[in-house]
């Protein structure tokens, strides 16, 4: 568990629960709990007697349940004291076999690019209060650490020129996490990209025969899957941005401000999510299309060879007519007897293969495919 004292231009860590029970809230900025779903499920007790006395409520059950719940999609809740978002990160995982893992998104031991299978997408708690922001994360949660390496960095630079560096409060300290999680996915773009585009290029080329049809499968299935949560992360969004619409009226103009600083981050982290959605479905319809142009251009060259086959059987048709009637059995044919009878034959062939083959070719019955 990391505890942090955030102010306007100055951040903090090494507050403990008891600390907090002892001395209070502090007079000015706010306080962030981060802690892992383990530590969560540990201390409730502690917890739920700070957020009391801190917060005037503690958490309800439903959303303690909410919180632990590793197989949760991404949403969004309130009360009259607090707000819940459960959103599910989208980066790349830190371990592959750490602690909690087990909810990462389903793949294939084998098959699909190995970028697909490094996608993390267990959920994040936020509990949202006005002066305290709780946050649940799994075990691993390689976000939390990289924000609060931020923030503490941010702490110890000039922070003349630093602008708005730290949250003016917890909702907007709870986007700006979100956000982290978002543009963690939206780097993964280029590899993924990558890796696809060279499937692509092997099931279009027509020297090759793809045969990796189990891997292809999996990565549509992930793609797919990663749709259905980008789908789940926007509804959230949009639902909290619906709900900041019916906060009461800002008090003050700094408030007021504030209120619109917030807005404005909650629709850029709408933003973000949306072209992590057209990515992920311009993969998705990528993948489709590149395996429907391949059986497409397989057809595409099962009809050449068939056409190809065909011309050159009714090449031959005629000259198998010439040599079955000079097969037969008879004891009177013309030019069986005659001493040049063998070549005009021949000739005849010959004659009559160069004619077909030759409108078979301005047909364009016989021609070389360009690949």
């Given at each position: 568990m990391r505890i942090f004292q955030i102010q306007s231009t100055a951040a903090s860590e090494g507050l403990t629960l008891e600390g907090l029970q002892q001395k209070g809230l502090p007079t000015d900025g706010f306080v962030?709990?981060?802690?892992?779903?383990?530590?969560f499920e540990g201390q409730l007790g502690s917890i739920q007697a700070l957020l009391l006395q801190l917060c005037g409520q503690p958490l309800l059950d439903f959303h303690v349940s909410d919180l632990l719940n590793q197989q949760l999609p991404s949403h969004y809740d309130y009360t009259s004291q607090y707000d819940v978002v459960v959103?599910?990160?989208?980066?790349?995982a830190a371990s592959a076999a750490a602690p909690?893992?087990?909810t990462r998104l389903t793949m294939a031991?084998?098959?699909g690019p190995p970028i697909l299978r490094r996608i993390d997408t267990n959920p994040v708690g936020f509990a949202v209060f006005d002066r305290v922001l709780?946050?649940?994360?799994p075990?691993?949660?390689?976000?939390?650490?990289?924000?609060?390496?931020?923030?503490?960095?941010a702490h110890y630079s000039d922070l003349r020129s630093t602008g708005n560096r730290f949250a003016a409060s917890p909702a907007d300290l709870m986007l700006r996490i979100v956000n982290l999680m978002v543009d963690g996915y939206l780097?993964?773009?280029?590899e993924l990209t990558h890796q696809l585009d060279h499937w692509q290029l092997e099931l279009l080329n027509p020297k090759s025969r793809f045969a990796n049809w189990a891997a292809l499968l999996d990565a549509r299935l992930a793609l797919h899957q990663l749709d259905e949560i980008c789908e789940d992360q926007r509804s959230c969004i949009q639902d909290w941005i619906e709900a900041i619409k019916t906060w009461p009226q800002a008090d003050s103009p700094v408030e007021a401000r504030e209120r619109e600083l917030l807005q404005v981050r909650s629709r850029d982290v709408l933003e973000h999510i949306e072209r992590v959605v057209h990515h992920v479905r311009r993969l998705e319809q990528s993948a489709e299309t590149a395996v429907q142009m391949h059986f497409s251009a397989q057809s595409h060259r099962t009809n050449d060879i068939m056409r190809t086959l065909t011309a050159l059987t009714a090449l031959f048709l005629p000259l198998n007519?010439?040599?079955?009637?000079?097969?037969?059995?008879?004891?009177?044919?013309p030019l069986l007897h005659v001493h040049s009878g063998f070549w005009w034959a021949i000739g005849a062939m010959l004659a009559i293969a160069s004619t077909l083959g030759l409108v078979f070719w301005r047909k364009r019955y016989i021609s070389r495919t360009a690949h």
């Open positions: 962030w709990i981060s802690c892992s779903r383990a530590a959103f599910r990160r989208l980066a790349a909690g893992a087990s031991a084998k098959g709780l946050t649940v994360h075990g691993d949660c390689s976000v939390r650490e990289a924000y609060a390496a931020k923030l503490m960095q780097a993964l773009r280029r007519l010439i040599a079955a009637i000079f097969g037969m059995n008879f004891d009177s044919i």
